[in-house]
């Protein structure tokens, strides 16, 4: 995927949008993340990533990226087709790890303890 495409989907939005993206990864979260659990090596990252674009310490700019990737990975049509097998994944993982590199240092021990009792089989 090329960069400026992920940079376009993880760019700040207004309040409104963002809200939106919100409602959206609320919604659709833990069906896509059973979809893709063995697609995406790192879902325990993505999960957290899941705890800490929800957690109200959260810094804004650091939600806001988050939200906007997550909400990606969670719309069903996006730019390869998540049904594609071996494929459908891929645009997902390279918005996901743009964001996660560049917000790392604010997914704390918390949001990984929740992901890991959430992949457990404690899922909220």
Known sequence: MPQ?????????????????????????????????????PF?????????????PKTPTRVRGTLLAALAYFVMPADLIPDFLIGFGFTDDLAVLMA???????????????????ALDGAQP
């Not at 879902?43 to 957690?55: I, P, Q, R, S, T």
Request: proline share 1%; glycine share 2%.
């Open 4 to 40: 400026a495409k992920i940079q376009e989907i993880l760019k700040p939005v207004a309040a409104e949008e963002e809200a939106r993206q919100e409602q959206r990864v609320r919604a659709g979260f833990w069906r896509t993340a059973r979809r893709a659990a063995r697609h995406i």
């Open 43 to 55: 879902m325990d990252e993505v999960v957290a990533a899941y705890f800490a674009a929800l957690d």
């Open 99 to 117: 964001a996660m590199t560049s917000i790392r240092g604010h997914i704390t021990q918390e949001h990984r303890k929740a992901a890991r009792e």
